[in-house]
């Protein structure tokens, strides 16, 4: 394996372990593929060899394994998502189950005492209510575009080539977002070819359309966000009108002037063209309010279920002081709150707290308060004796996990049951070990969100030694 180009014959695919990646074992050394299943045969070209690995491509299939199936997208395997497609929906569900404990195990040196099974999704397409796609003037080009040899625009409205910033893959049809996601779209881009309106350059920093946000909700509504790189006031209200007129029942539309490096919302002010600045959605018997930069997990039926399971988990008796960290838009906290006495929501997003407490006052939830701040600086000895200490604390927090001095805060606290919720095992693991010196690790309950992906959701119990 010395030569970069190197082939290999006759590979057995062996398992398929993190970021979706399948793994062999050839003269000792591991060997990444991706987009392989376990079972397959395969001679490999080493794409890239370290010491002690190497990552190669696939260029001949002697056996196809038994839990392959034929990838539903033209677009698998090119644009980076859905990358499991290939292998039937039983097998991932085994693979994430595994990966949850593997996680525990080898990271966080610790196993539960109860592991129930993943808890499918019921939607295995269509499930995602919130897409994003880029404009760009450097389209990535297919193998078979290329062969093609006819003239193709050099602009494309779609989602970036995993690993490269600059370069965007035209998508024809994505089959994660319902409704009129895809109609919007192809309309869009094809109105602004028509007008041959410049896509946005990332490497150049120039163009004028830069991004399309598209949110959609179980009853119907629709959020649509453009991002423009420069203020072209009649261009903008040209495109704005007319997806007003094609598509009337939008419930919001929105646009961005951003002309800084990246194209984050956070920062920037958001310009109300047409209806209201919020969509709403309904979760079991609650409805939340979702404005254009509002975190909300983007699988709502899984949601539900995933809430559900956590306070299954909890084992709520009704005289609880509960914490919720990481509450976002107060989604966990205001469906905990027919269940406790009270529930504190900790976020360090003021826009998402803002709607936390519109969520609360439209769903007539009495006994729940939402704080802005960074939680390690909140949770101080003042704040615990003003608003009582937790019996339980729920904590969702980004994929990083929680920072330590979060993890000590709450080994100071040592509420009875904490519930982590993360979509990251492996800083989940992490986070419970650094936890284990006080807690136990009583269950885990993995949850299946993203459909086709490596991504899993788990559902850890920790209680108080």
């Given at each position: 394996m010395k030569h970069k180009e190197e082939i290999i014959y006759e590979v057995p695919i062996d398992d398929l372990v993190a970021e979706g990646k399948?793994?062999?074992k050839v003269n000792g050394k591991i060997i990444f593929t991706e987009y392989t299943a376990p079972g397959d045969v395969v001679d490999i070209k080493i794409k890239k060899s370290k010491k002690n690995y190497s990552e190669?491509?696939?260029i001949y299939?002697?056996?196809y394994s038994e839990e392959r199936v034929h990838p539903f997208c033209s677009h698998f395997s090119i644009c980076g998502g859905c990358k499991l497609q290939h292998i039937n929906y039983a097998a991932q569900l085994k693979y994430k189950a595994r990966q949850v404990s593997d996680h525990l195990t080898r990271i966080g040196n610790v196993s539960a005492e109860k592991v129930y099974p993943i808890l499918p999704s019921e939607q295995i397409q269509y499930y995602r209510n919130k897409l994003e796609y880029t404009f760009s003037s450097r389209r990535w080009l297919t193998k078979e575009e290329i062969a093609s040899n006819e003239p193709i625009s050099k602009y494309a409205l779609g989602f970036h080539v995993p690993g490269m910033f600059d370069r965007v893959i035209d998508i024809k049809h994505c089959y994660l977002q319902p409704g009129i996601s895809n109609a919007l779209r192809n309309e869009i881009k094809e109105y602004t070819l028509q007008k041959g309106w410049e896509y946005f350059d990332a490497k150049t920093q120039k163009g004028f359309l830069r991004s399309l946000m598209i949110r959609t909700?179980?009853?119907?509504q629709t959020m649509v966000l453009l991002q423009f790189f420069e203020n072209r006031k009649k261009e903008i209200e040209e495109l704005l009108q007319h997806i007003k007129q094609t598509f009337p029942h939008i419930t919001s539309l929105l646009y961005v002037i951003n002309p800084k490096g990246n194209d984050t919302i956070y920062d920037q002010q958001v310009h109300l063209y047409y209806g209201k600045e919020y969509i709403t959605e309904r979760i079991a018997h609650l409805h939340f309010r979702i404005g254009p930069k509002s975190f909300f997990q983007t699988n709502t039926r899984q949601t539900a279920m995933l809430y559900k399971k956590a306070l299954e988990l909890a084992a709520l008796?009704?005289?609880?002081?509960?914490?919720?960290?990481?509450?976002g838009t107060g989604t966990i906290a205001l469906f905990a709150a027919g269940l406790v006495k009270k529930v504190i929501g900790i976020e360090y997003i003021s826009q998402s707290i803002e709607d936390a407490r519109k969520n609360a006052e439209a769903n007539h939830i009495c006994n729940a308060l939402f704080f802005t701040g960074d939680i390690k600086e909140v949770l101080t000895e003042n704040f615990l004796q003003e608003h009582g200490t937790p019996d339980v604390i729920i904590t969702d927090p980004p994929r990083?996990?929680?920072?330590t001095d979060v993890t000590q805060?709450?080994?100071?606290?040592?509420?009875e049951k904490i519930v982590y919720i993360s979509c990251n095992p492996a800083t989940q693991a992490r986070d419970i070990a650094l936890l284990s010196s006080k807690y136990k690790l009583s269950a885990i309950q993995p949850v299946d969100m993203f459909p086709h992906t490596h991504h899993v959701e788990n559902i850890a119990?920790?209680?108080?030694?």
């Open positions: 399948c793994i062999s190669a491509e696939v299939y002697h056996k909700t179980e009853e119907g008796e009704g005289n609880e002081t509960l914490y919720d960290l990481y509450t990083a996990g929680m920072h805060k709450l080994l100071d606290i040592a509420a119990l920790l209680t108080l030694r």
